[in-house]
């Protein structure tokens, strides 16, 4: 049997709680941003408090990455981030759920003249990304840019799947698996720019590994893969909110020049240092949930104890 043939349907009792949380979710992409910020800021705070493991994930990370900082700053910088990460939740409410509604006039887009010139090269653009905090609350302005598809991970939980492929596709033209390599290839040859966040850990059977804040880290070497195939220009966007005028930016960075080099661990570590410098501006907005450094180098002691 099948991976995907034991999954649940999307119809079925086991997965009804979802459906639960995408009803609550209905009705918080209809609140007011003046709610909607205090209210994520809060539940941030509740699941820092109460959520011992990704919090443990958490401060594990940004202690490695940012070892001048005491505990005490550790602590709070964790927390900012439980919340910044908390109101990306419910942003995500407005552009998958409420899609008609309008963020557009508070959203600033900066370099938009790289995209298009990378763009009319005609050999299609990986847009390079990070997992920060604000990555669909942008979907309106990017999709009105009507070049750029956006890449995802497929989810084991039907009614999750079928939301983000939904949801996004309100403001993409295509929403493509990770792992179909196929279709993202055909889309560069069509001249189709990529939107890729390639700094989550997959493991080491495609990664190479290249410091990142510092600490050697599985990083995908995909970037360089799909940039070869068809010449394509890579440049880095990145995303960020603004809480107290309640707005978002984007901004497009110019081509990377000689990239890619042919040495997939010096096209790792450059485009990590890119990730890093990034992060470094608005660290309270990237998703250091996540296990960033779970794959370690032959020989080393597990990351998270």
């Not at 809060?42 to 202690?63: A, D, M, P, Q």
């Not at 508070?106 to 653009?125: F, M, N, P, T």
Request: hydrophobic letters at 40%; charged letters at 25%; one cysteine or more.
């Amino acid at each position: 049997m099948s991976k995907r043939s034991k999954r649940h349907h999307i119809a079925s009792p086991r997965v009804w709680p979802t459906w639960l949380v995408v009803g609550i979710g209905w009705l918080v992409g209809r609140l007011p941003l003046g709610v909607m910020f205090p209210l994520g800021k809060y539940l941030g705070r509740l699941v820092f408090y109460v959520g011992g493991s990704r919090r443990h994930i958490t401060e594990t990370n940004l202690r490695a990455c940012f070892p001048e900082r005491s505990d005490e700053q550790i602590r709070a910088l964790s927390k900012a981030v439980f919340e910044a990460v908390a109101i990306g939740g419910l942003e995500m409410c407005i552009t998958w759920l409420n899609p008609k509604r309008s963020l557009r006039e508070r959203i600033s887009v900066h370099g938009v003249e790289h995209l298009q010139q990378a763009v009319a090269q005609g050999r299609g653009v990986i847009v390079l990304g990070g997992h920060f905090a604000t990555m669909d609350a942008i979907a309106q302005a990017l999709g009105d840019l009507e070049c750029v598809d956006v890449m995802y991970r497929e989810n084991k939980n039907p009614v999750w799947e079928w939301l983000q492929v939904y949801g996004r596709s309100h403001h993409f033209q295509g929403v493509v698996e990770r792992k179909d390599t196929r279709t993202t290839l055909r889309m560069l040859k069509a001249g189709r720019a990529i939107w890729y966040a390639a700094d989550q850990d997959y493991g080491a059977k495609h990664s190479v590994f290249a410091p990142f804040f510092g600490v050697e880290t599985a990083t995908i070497t995909a970037t360089s893969r799909f940039a070869r195939f068809n010449d394509s220009p890579v440049l880095m966007m990145t995303q960020h909110r603004d809480y107290a005028a309640r707005r978002w930016s984007i901004t497009f960075g110019p081509p990377l020049e000689n990239f890619p080099t042919g040495d997939d661990r010096a096209d790792a570590t450059r485009t990590n240092q890119i990730v890093e410098a990034e992060v470094r501006k608005h660290p309270e907005q990237y998703l250091w949930l996540h296990k960033r450094f779970k794959t370690r180098p032959a020989g080393e002691a597990p990351f998270y104890g």
